[in-house]
Each structure stands twice: as structure tokens, then as C-alpha cells.
């Protein structure tokens, strides 16, 4: 059950040629699989592209009416390794990951692909999650395409750019025999547009074909002696295939060439990015004009000699915007440049930060600077003021709207040449105030994420801290996935964070040696339902079985791949009609040989999880240890509850909902529900007693009923302050008298006790 379904949507991937489409970016590229004819796709989920499987997952059926097979991968290795389809075959096949984790992950399988080359046209489409939003590693694709000798595409964040990369990288893929990667930014896979749609095709070459047509090539698989003709063959025939597709093709933009003596050249990913903070500048317009030579490089590698030649040869000065670090662009210019005698004045990471995300903010601080030096901009708190163009540009097609001059004579007014620009008397433009302000950690706490309400994860992290006062703290290997928010405050576990499913793995080491002194604790490993069928079966719990190590692990078993968006898993028990679900974990685990497993069904009984982890860490038994958690996550039960419970409102049925209260009046407020807990619904409020000071604990509308609060009161010996209430809407009659009772006899034990006190007041 992904979070968010896109069954209305595919509805316009059945577009034919000359219509509109308009949506999203990650929809914009199922269109434009579609339309270029390809065999097979897979993948496996994370951002930013975690919906691009789900489109292509609520698509299936229009898949299958041209005859694409769709696979959700086991993990980023068994998708790539998919595309050994198209080595012997012309068949297009097309691949998505998350990177650079999933490229990570894959490199094995790519690496070896692009050693042997293909003969369909193979396509990885891969998340590109760099920046502050990013919950990974800082990391880029660039490299790994440098050293596998793969071309990397980073279009436009336009769906026409976006849609024209997917077919060009399928025939640049073709055309050298090489794999493509085609770079998705976050901004490409949300954004919103427009794009004329052409008929979608169906393949040329099946998979049917394939398996009825079985064809070997010796020279395509990587043995020696041909492993050692692959690199060769990659520098010889392969790489100037490839430029001269990417210079007849026109992959690569020119815009406002000749305008000026000074230039930008920039990934094409960041093309809007550049845009704008020319047009805060005063250099660019809303259309994209720009007074500004720009040479954009959608295609990031490899890079065209003769185009940069081109663009540099009249230039005195050249900022290169790329994002991220090492400067491979930059690198790769400067020796472009040395070794064809350009006397350009090469910058870029001068004026631009090594690292991190570039938002406008960012990139218009270093082309100020950059402009400032080469003579541009008389100071750098200087913005200069053009009339808008009033040329406009087909936003579908991108093309200049016929009867309209050429974007070099657009400017209304005096045409001021570009070395004259310095003069602009422009000194109080808001973006060059400069607020003093003070820094954020100083102004705002910080916050940092944690997990919804009500998961079923968080009285696991209780129930380890409730351990810990027992038998000390130990060591905690944590694992991607939502439970690695148990590193965080207030639960503060987890010393290291190796890999998604390796969180059994990364505490291989912690195994005293045979013959040595055994240690008095064990290491704790924690990894999710996701990361065990990911990677965690065979490296964590089959290795630890191998070398027999005591270490517990604790497998989260929430129904579903949740960190990656709720999409199915082998031991999801949801009804999945196109997948194979309800494989136990328990048994996959001892069929690998763990002899010690307990699953406990319902994560929210603290007692049961307490009593386990404590006979996990204390027992005698040799061997793996293996704690199963199960509980479905909070966030799908509720997306697929609120549904029903919406539905029974409106048709006038009973509907009960649970909610936990804290009575004012018993509250200690000590607090130790919030720090055992975390949970979001818990907040505190000022103490209704007059005689005490400390603020008293509360329960916020959040609160979805799971009780684990309850159960953390009751399990930490904390005050009996916690109350469950019932919420009955559309009550019976029975429910109404029930009421009227219960209310009945509470109001006579609150009048006796006003009573009471009334005679001890006399």
C-alpha cells in the first residue's frame, strides 16, 4: 500500500500523438517510456523517485497491453542486473534507484554492465537526493559514471527537457553501445508542466522474442581475454560514438551565444536555478532571455570538446555552476581549455561553495561576485534594471513564437551594451539589503525528525531504554529505514549506520574470539522488514548464523517498506494482486538456521517486549538471537481506516475511536511518559494547581489511540494519570443510556466529595 496512489493519473499515459499532457515530472517520464518503445522496466523505491515506481506499479495494466514486462525489485542490484537483458538483445530496458545509495548498492551489476556494453538501449534513471533535504549520504552519480565509463544526461528541469532526455538517452544509449544514466533531481521528479505527447509504442523486440531467439556473445561477457578488449573498445569506439550522437543530436543548449564577452556554463539540472538569479540580477527575464551567454550541458558527461571550444573561444571570462563536490566539471574544463590553448578566464568554486544544495539564494551570491570581478556589476550589492522582453516562447515545445524578433533584439529601450552595464545607478533593490540577523541555532530550537504518532516502532526503542536501566547500555548497530530516528532524542540509540539492511552486518565484529574471556552484554542490531529482504537475510542473519555469533537482532516488522513511501514487501500481509505477499520473516530466518527466534505480534504490549529483549540479551542459549516486531505502520493502517471510518460517518453509522487523556490533577509532571516516549500527541501545559510549578503533561488531537503511552506509565511505575476515553459518533440508544448512567454516578460521587470538603472548610 504506497502512500500515495496514482490510479487517475496513469490515465493520461493513454495519450496519443499531439495532445497535452500535463502533471507531474515523475509521470512525464512513464510517458516517456512509453513512447520510446521500451521492453522492460524495474527498480526499487526511494527519493526522490519512490513515486516513479509507484506510477509505474498503478500502471501495470497499461504496461501490459504492450507487452513491458514491470518488476519491483529486491534491491538496486537485482534491478540493474535486469538490464543484462539488453547485452545480447535489442530490447530497451529501463532501470530506477535512489542515489547514491542505490548506485552503490548496484555498482557491482553496473559496472560489469557497462564493461560488456549493450545492444538495446539501457536507461538508469536514478534519483539524484544531494542537498539539504536529502536524508543520505552526501554523495554524487558523476563519479560513478566517470569510473564505469557511463553517460550521465542532466536535462532541463522542464517535462519537454525531461521527456526528450528519456528518448535521447535510449538512442545515445544504442548508438555506443553504452548504458545511460539519466539524472532526476528532486525538482525534475515534482515539478509540474506541460509537453505535447506522441504516440506510445510498443516494442520493437520483446521479451517474448528474446526467449524465443536465444543469442550468445561471447565478446559481451567479462572473462579475459575480452575484459581486457571491454576498455579498449570503451575509449576507441564507444566514447566518439557517443559525441558525435551528442553534437548531432544538439544534446547540449546554447542560449544568447555571441550576446556577450562573458559566459556561464552550467548543468543543465540547474538551468532554472541560474535563470532566476540572472532575472534578480536584472539579466534574465521570466521567458528564460538572458543577456548572459549560457552553454548548458544536459548531457554532464561526457563532456563535447568542441562545444566548449565553441562557447569559450571569444569569451574572456567563464563561470562554471556545478553542483556539489569534487569539481568534476570544472576539472574537466580546465583541461579542456589547457589543452586547446583557451585563454578564457576559468571560474566557478571560486565564487560558488565546494558543497550543498544551490538554491537561487546561493547561486545568485556567486554569480553577484563573479560579475563584480569581471566588470559586469559595479559592486556586488548591485542588481541591473532591463525592461522585459516581449518575446514569449511556446511552453510546450520551447520554440520562439513565430512574427517575434530574435531573443539577442528583445530588450525594450536602449540597448546597452553589456560592458556598459556597470554604470546602473540601481543601489536600493531589496535583494542587495542586508539584514543583520542572528544565526538560526541561536534563534530557533532544533527539531529534529522522529517517528508519526502512534508507530508501532517507538515502544520497541521504550522497551531497549527500559532494559538499559536493567542490565546497562549496550551496543546498538541501527539500519536505514524509519527506526533510525531511535538514534535521535528522545530514545539517543544507535552508535553507527552502515548501509539499508546492514544493521546486522555492521556488528559482525562485536563476537568475542573463540578460547577468549565471554562478555558480560551483546551487541544489538535493529533493521526493518524492508532492509531484511533488501539486503539483511543473507548479510546479517545468515552471516551471523555462519560465524556463530550471540548478538541479538531485532527485525521491524511493520507490514511494509515504510521508509521508502508503503510499498509491499514479501511478508507484507496486504492482498496484493500482482505480487506474492504473506512469506513469514520467522521462517526465512530459521530457515537459514537461527535456533533462537520470538516474534511478538503486537510491539504495543511493552510488558511482552520488555520480558523478550530481556531473555534475548540475558539467555545462556549459543547462537544469533533473532527478535521479530510486529505491528503494521501507523501511517498506512490510518491512510486505509480513515477511508472506512469517512465512509461509516457518512452514512450515518457507529463509529468508535480511542484517544488517550492525562488528568491535570494526578499528573506529577515528571515528565518520563515524554522522555520514554516521544510520541508527537504528547505536549505539556501549565499546571492547573496553584501550589506546583512544573508544567503537567497532555495529550494533543493528534493522538491516534495505539496506548503506548499508557503502557510506558505502567511499565516505568510512572503516576496513574493516563485515561482512555471513547469517542462514539452517531451513538445508540444503548450508548446514549450508557451516558446518562455513567454521568448519572460520577455526579453523585463529585457531589458527595463537595460536600466532604465543604464541612472540613467549616
Not at 544504442?174 to 506510445?200: K, W, Y
Not at 540577523?437 to 527539531?447: F, I, K, N, Q, S
Not at 577468549?516 to 531484511?532: N, P, T
Request: charged residues 20%.
Amino acid at each position: 500500500m504506497a502512500e500515495r496512489s496514482f490510479v487517475e493519473e496513469v490515465k493520461t499515459l493513454r495519450m496519443g500523438a499531439g495532445e497535452v499532457f500535463s502533471g507531474e515530472g515523475i509521470l512525464a517520464v512513464t510517458k516517456a517510456l512509453l513512447e520510446s518503445g521500451v521492453a522492460y522496466v524495474g527498480g526499487y523505491q526511494g527519493s526522490p523517485i519512490s513515486h516513479l515506481m509507484d506510477v509505474l506499479s498503478d500502471a501495470q495494466d497499461i504496461l501490459a497491453e504492450y507487452g513491458i514486462r514491470f518488476e519491483n525489485s529486491a534491491s538496486e542490484a537485482t534491478a540493474a542486473a535486469s538490464l543484462a537483458a539488453s547485452v545480447n538483445y535489442p530490447l530497451r530496458g529501463a532501470i530506477t534507484f535512489k542515489a547514491t545509495v542505490g548506485t552503490n548498492v548496484a555498482s557491482d551489476a553496473l559496472a560489469n554492465l557497462a564493461s560488456g556494453g549493450v545492444t538495446g538501449g539501457a536507461l538508469i534513471i536514478v534519483g539524484e537526493d544531494y542537498g539539504e533535504g536529502s536524508s543520505i549520504m552526501q554523495e554524487r552519480s558523476h563519479a560513478f559514471a566517470m569510473k564505469s565509463q557511463m553517460w550521465l544526461l542532466d536535462p532541463r528541469p522542464n517535462l519537454p527537457s525531461i521527456v526528450q532526455s528519456v528518448k535521447d538517452g535510449f538512442e545515445l544509449s544504442e548508438a555506443s553501445n553504452t548504458p545511460v544514466m539519466l539524472q532526476m533531481r528532486i525538482r525534475s521528479c515534482h515539478l509540474h508542466g506541460q509537453f505535447i505527447t506522441s504516440d506510445n509504442r510498443p516494442p520493437a523486440f520483446t521479451v517474448k522474442d528474446a526467449l524465443e531467439n536465444p543469442t550468445r556473445d561471447l565478446s559481451r561477457i567479462v572473462l579475459p581475454p575480452a575484459s581486457f578488449l571491454h576498455e579498449r573498445e570503451k575509449i576507441e569506439r564507444r566514447w566518439p560514438a557517443a559525441i558525435d550522437f551528442i553534437k548531432e543530436k544538439q544534446l547540449n543548449e546554447f542560449f544568447s551565444e555571441g550576446a556577450s564577452d562573458i559566459g556561464i556554463a552550467l548543468q543543465g539540472g540547474l538551468y532554472n536555478t541560474v535563470i532566476r538569479a540572472l532575472q534578480k540580477l536584472g539579466l534574465a527575464n521570466a521567458y528564460g532571455d538572458s543577456k548572459i551567454p549560457l552553454y548548458v550541458m544536459n548531457v554532464a558527461y561526457p563532456l563535447v570538446d568542441d562545444e566548449l571550444e565553441r562557447f569559450a573561444k571569444d569569451k574572456r571570462a567563464i563561470l562554471v555552476v556545478e553542483e556539489g563536490q569534487p569539481n568534476f566539471v570544472e576539472q574537466n574544463i580546465a583541461a579542456i581549455f589547457h589543452q586547446r590553448d583557451l585563454e578564457a578566464d576559468l571560474h566557478g568554486k571560486d565564487f560558488l561553495p565546494l558543497a550543498g544544495d544551490y538554491n537561487t539564494a546561493t547561486v545568485l551570491k556567486g554569480l553577484r561576485g563573479f560579475l563584480t570581478q569581471v566588470g559586469v556589476l559595479k559592486d556586488s550589492a548591485q542588481v541591473v534594471k532591463l525592461q522585459p522582453s516581449p518575446i514569449r516562447f511556446d511552453p510546450l515545445t520551447g520554440e520562439e513564437q513565430k512574427g517575434l524578433s530574435a531573443a539577442n533584439d528583445a530588450w525594450v529601450g536602449e540597448r546597452i551594451p553589456l560592458k556598459e552595464l556597470a554604470v546602473s545607478n540601481v543601489t536600493d533593490s531589496p535583494v542587495a539589503a542586508k539584514a543583520e540577523l542572528l544565526p538560526l541555532e541561536e534563534t530557533v530550537h532544533a527539531r529534529p525528525p522522529g517517528l508519526c504518532t502512534g508507530c508501532p516502532e517507538r515502544p520497541i526503542f521504550t522497551a531497549v531504554k527500559l532494559i538499559e536501566r536493567e542490565l546497562g547500555p549496550h551496543h546498538y548497530s541501527a539500519d536505514i529505514g524509519c527506526h533510525l530516528f531511535s538514534i535521535l532524542p528522545p530514545f539517543n540509540l544507535g552508535n553507527t549506520t552502515m548501509g539499508y539492511g546492514l544493521g546486522g552486518a555492521a556488528a559482525a565484529a562485536f563476537t568475542v574470539a573463540p578460547g577468549s574471556a565471554a562478555a558480560q552484554k551483546r551487541a544489538i542490531a535493529v533493521m526493518g522488514d524492508g532492509g531484511f529482504w533488501h539486503n539483511g537475510l543473507t548479510s546479517g542473519i545468515a552471516n551471523s548464523v555462519f560465524n556463530k555469533s550471540d548478538n541479538l537482532t531485532i527485525i521491524v516488522d511493520n507490514n511494509y517498506s515504510s521508509a521508502t513511501g508503503g510499498q509491499d514487501v514479501l511478508s507484507s500481509r496486504a492482498i496484493n494482486p500482482t505480487r506474492s505477499t504473506g512469506h513469514e520473516i520467522e521462517q526465512a530466518v530459521r530457515g537459514v538456521g537461527v535456533k533462537w527466534v520470538r516474534t511478538i505480534k503486537r510491539t504495543y504490549d511493552l510488558k511482552a517486549m520488555t520480558a523478550t529483549l530481556r531473555e534475548a540479551l540475558t539467555t545462556t542459549e549459543p547462537g544469533p538471537k533473532v527478535l521479530i516486531a510486529q505491528s503494521e505502520c501507523m501511517l498506512n493502517r490510518q491512510r486505509r481506516e480513515k477511508k472506512i471510518t469517512r465512509k461509516a460517518l457518512g452514512e450515518g453509522k457507529r463509529v468508535v475511536r480511542e484517544r488517550f487523556g492525562i488528568d491535570p490533577d494526578t499528573c506529577t509532571g515528571d515528565h518520563s511518559c515524554i522522555r520514554l516516549s516521544g510520541c508527537p500527541s504528547l505536549s505539556i501545559r501549565d499546571n492547573p494547581d496553584p501550589l506546583r510549578q512544573d508544567p503537567v503533561a497532555m495529550v494533543v488531537d493528534s493522538c491516534v489511540g495505539c496506548g503506548n503511552c499508557g503502557e510506558v506509565a505502567h511499565a516505568a511505575v510512572l503516576c496513574p494519570s493516563f485515561y482512555r476515553a471513547q469517542i462514539v459518533s452517531n451513538p445508540t440508544f444503548m450508548d446514549r443510556l450508557g451516558q446518562k448512567i455513567t454521568s448519572g454516578i460520577i455526579g453523585w460521587f463529585q457531589r458527595g466529595e463537595a460536600n466532604r470538603r465543604a464541612r472540613y472548610a467549616l
